[in-house]
């Protein structure tokens, strides 16, 4: 066990409609990352977090794509007007001297 | 643009074999490679975190080596178990450790009881 839990684990949506998922890491994790996995594809980086400032975003991450961790703590991963290509795993992961500690993942299924 | 490559994609062998997963990467100047391990439908498990400074790290019956200069790591299994079987997954971590991580394929795994 990690300690880094994401919420929730699954999420079925039609599409054009929003979803927000969450990711806590432990105290310790200063850093935090997003990541998507499509099937048989490695995980690919989305955007990263330092504290709480947003310090890089992939160019996967369109302009439906907000993410936010408010306190330094706790992230959120928002998609608006959602794509049936937007169907993935999204992994959340923590850390803090290189070393990342990944989450056990949200599935998403837009319809 | 760093590109991760795994070698072999998929590979079955009978319990108690040591095998060797291969990884290689485009960019040499790496801040540290780390190897994963991934079960069906579940998050990632860190199972090694080699330093750009070092040569190689153990964990068990799991040895993992880099080689900056040619762009290769490779993952050693030794005495592998039917548990063993999962999919593989080795990632390069770039940019003075701040850029996310980039990631191979995988290889994925079945070790035969």
């Known amino acids: 066990d990690t300690g880094v839990s994401q919420d929730p684990r699954h999420k079925i949506t039609k599409r054009g409609q929003n979803v927000t998922f969450r990711c806590d890491p432990i105290?310790?994790?200063?850093?935090l990352y997003w990541y998507r996995q499509t099937l048989g594809q490695g995980p690919e980086f989305l955007t990263y977090f330092q504290n709480e400032a947003q310090l890089e975003k992939s160019r996967l991450l369109s302009d439906r794509f907000s993410a936010e961790r408010p306190k330094g703590s706790f992230s959120t991963l928002e998609i608006q007007r959602t794509e049936q290509g937007d169907s993935a795993m999204y992994l959340c992961?923590?850390?803090?001297?290189?070393?990342?500690?990944f989450g056990p993942g949200t599935r998403l299924t837009v319809l | 643009k760093q590109e991760v490559t795994q070698i072999p994609a998929a590979l079955s062998v009978p319990e108690g074999e040591n095998l060797v997963l291969n990884c290689s990467f485009t960019?040499?100047?790496?801040?540290?490679l780390q190897w994963f391990r991934q079960d069906p439908g579940k998050g990632l498990t860190s199972l090694l975190l080699?330093?750009?400074?070092?040569r190689e790290q153990t964990s068990g019956r799991l040895n993992a080596s880099l080689d900056k200069s040619s762009g290769r790591s490779t993952l050693y299994i030794a005495a592998s178990q039917p548990g063993d079987s999962a999919t593989y997954l080795c990632a390069a971590h770039s940019g003075g450790g701040a850029d996310g991580l980039t990631f191979g394929k995988g290889t994925h795994l079945i070790i035969q009881p």
């Open positions: 080699i330093q750009s400074s070092q």
């Open positions: 105290s310790e994790h200063n850093r």
């Open positions: 992961a923590g850390g803090s001297k290189g070393e990342q500690f």
């Open positions: 960019d040499s100047a790496i801040y540290n």
